[in-house]
């Protein structure tokens, strides 16, 4: 089974270095990637965190030793590889991106930003290094959507995920489900090197006055303006959807939208949204909805094959010395 080390301070993220180069006098050399180094204490910091997780899970589960120390090694290499390639692509995150994202995970834990410091600061982490963390995990999900933007699904495809044991477990349980279902579609607008937090919002607002005056509709508009690749290739539309699926501050929005009505900008990580919930349900009931639950998952599931192929064979070319767990040097 494949493990992430998942930090106990992080609470929804996995606990990474930061993609700068360390100031101060180098306490030692852990793994030298390409031209980069991981010094001792932050592999020591990781194990640790490491060591503290695997008390929480099942002991079948658990590791220790050399090989829980070459785990964190890798977490580590792959980690500092990803930031090293992201930046040759020129990605990068903004400050208020970071912050926008430190916002989700304090509401996803029914609390704010202070709250969440002081959490920070008695697990014994500054919060700048806690914000390099956010920041560097945020790239590394860019690099990923970089590398598998191009992933197509054929029906044929689908059709046979659908008869596997996975996927019909997964629809007896949508089939019971209960809950609150919105068929929802979205305009976004992203924040990035490109477009700063002002320029973007005046774009949303811009976009929505377009539709209300009935310069275009919303499903035009989203097709040709929504940086989101995936939704506007649909005219925007994100089919059912249910708590849980989406960034805290969209949900809000859009369990209170009325039908058929255009929200105002919101704010996520991502950029600022304009929401449209086309209808209300309980429960997944239809093929229809069956279907798109099953596409979204075997995306998921194919994008991350794809994107681990990529990396194993990109960390094949990249010079790699451990000075810990089991020493390698290629």
């Given at each position: 089974m494949?493990?992430?080390?998942?930090?106990?301070?992080a609470?929804?993220?996995?606990s990474?270095p930061?993609?700068?180069?360390r100031?101060g006098?180098?306490?030692?050399?852990?793994?030298?990637i390409?031209?980069?180094i991981?010094?001792?204490?932050?592999w020591?910091?990781?194990?640790?965190?490491?060591?503290?997780?695997?008390?929480y899970?099942?002991p079948?589960?658990?590791?220790?030793?050399?090989a829980?120390?070459?785990h964190?090694?890798r977490v580590l290499?792959?980690?500092?590889?990803?930031?090293?390639?992201?930046?040759?692509?020129?990605?990068?995150?903004q400050?208020?991106?970071?912050?926008?994202?430190i916002?989700e995970?304090?509401?996803?834990?029914?609390?704010?930003?202070?709250?969440?410091?002081?959490?920070i600061a008695y697990q014994g982490?500054d919060f700048?290094?806690?914000?390099e963390n956010i920041r560097?995990?945020?790239?590394a999900?860019r690099?990923?959507?970089?590398v598998?933007?191009?992933?197509n699904i054929t029906?044929?495809?689908?059709?046979?995920?659908?008869?596997?044991?996975e996927?019909?477990?997964?629809?007896?349980?949508m089939m019971?489900?209960?809950?609150p279902?919105?068929?929802?579609?979205?305009?976004?607008?992203?924040?990035n090197?490109?477009?700063s937090?002002?320029?973007?919002l005046q774009e949303?607002?811009?976009?929505?006055?377009?539709?209300?005056s009935?310069?275009?509709?919303?499903?035009?508009?989203?097709?040709a303006?929504?940086?989101d690749p995936f939704?506007a290739?649909q005219?925007g539309?994100?089919?059912?959807?249910?708590?849980?699926?989406l960034?805290?501050?969209?949900?809000?929005t859009?369990?209170?939208l009325p039908?058929g009505?255009?929200?105002?900008?919101?704010?996520?990580?991502y950029?600022?949204?304009l929401?449209?919930?086309?209808?209300?349900?309980?429960g997944?009931q239809d093929?229809?909805t069956?279907?798109?639950?099953?596409?979204?998952?075997y995306f998921?599931?194919?994008?991350g094959?794809?994107f681990d192929e990529?990396?194993?064979?990109?960390l094949s070319?990249?010079h790699?010395?451990?000075?810990v767990?089991?020493?390698?040097k290629n």
């Amino acid at each position: 089974m494949k493990l992430r080390i998942l930090s106990l301070i992080a609470l929804l993220f996995i606990s990474l270095p930061s993609a700068m180069a360390r100031l101060g006098t180098v306490d030692g050399i852990a793994i030298v990637i390409n031209n980069d180094i991981i010094t001792l204490s932050d592999w020591q910091r990781e194990l640790d965190l490491a060591k503290q997780e695997m008390a929480y899970l099942p002991p079948n589960q658990r590791m220790s030793g050399t090989a829980l120390e070459d785990h964190v090694a890798r977490v580590l290499i792959t980690s500092r590889f990803q930031d090293q390639f992201a930046k040759q692509l020129g990605l990068y995150v903004q400050n208020n991106e970071v912050d926008a994202a430190i916002m989700e995970i304090a509401a996803r834990n029914g609390t704010d930003v202070a709250t969440l410091k002081e959490y920070i600061a008695y697990q014994g982490m500054d919060f700048n290094q806690y914000r390099e963390n956010i920041r560097g995990q945020m790239l590394a999900s860019r690099l990923q959507n970089q590398v598998v933007q191009g992933i197509n699904i054929t029906e044929k495809e689908l059709d046979l995920y659908m008869k596997t044991a996975e996927f019909k477990r997964l629809k007896e349980e949508m089939m019971r489900a209960d809950v609150p279902q919105h068929k929802v579609s979205h305009i976004l607008v992203a924040v990035n090197k490109d477009k700063s937090e002002a320029k973007a919002l005046q774009e949303a607002n811009r976009l929505r006055d377009r539709i209300i005056s009935g310069d275009g509709t919303f499903e035009d508009i989203a097709r040709a303006n929504s940086q989101d690749p995936f939704s506007a290739a649909q005219d925007g539309d994100l089919g059912w959807v249910g708590l849980g699926q989406l960034a805290p501050s969209f949900e809000k929005t859009m369990m209170t939208l009325p039908v058929g009505e255009i929200s105002q900008p919101v704010r996520t990580p991502y950029g600022y949204h304009l929401i449209k919930v086309e209808e209300r349900r309980k429960g997944f009931q239809d093929d229809e909805t069956i279907r798109n639950v099953a596409r979204e998952f075997y995306f998921r599931k194919k994008a991350g094959d794809t994107f681990d192929e990529w990396l194993n064979r990109m960390l094949s070319d990249v010079h790699i010395e451990k000075r810990v767990g089991t020493p390698t040097k290629n």
